[in-house]
């Protein structure tokens, strides 16, 4: 795959194909604490199976975090492969992100 064509709605963060197909998303539910703090909440993120093996939910993952941060949220990891991500790449660098599971980031809007 070349570079990947991203985009962004109020649930996800996604990857397009060459011909507009949605082949990645890292979905989000953004929460405001009681104290303020923002938490970005990921709870899945899926990628087509026939675009699997390729690295696009890691690039994904990556983006997602980097847009996240930089927005000035933490980051609640509740998809397992995110959970692993942050403790894994950049030698867990992003764990100062963090942010553990409150009962506010359970409740709908």
Known sequence: MTEPRWF???ESFG???ETGDVIARNFYRDVEQVDGTKHRVFPSIHVRPDHRHQGLAGRLTKHSLDITIDEG???VPVCPYV????RE?????YLKYR????TEDFHAD
């Open 8 to 10: 962004r709605d109020e």
């Open 15 to 17: 990857i397009y194909n």
């Open 73 to 75: 949220y933490r980051v």
């Open 83 to 86: 959970a692993r991500w942050m």
């Open 89 to 93: 790449y950049d030698d867990g660098a």
């Open 99 to 102: 942010a553990e599971r409150g």
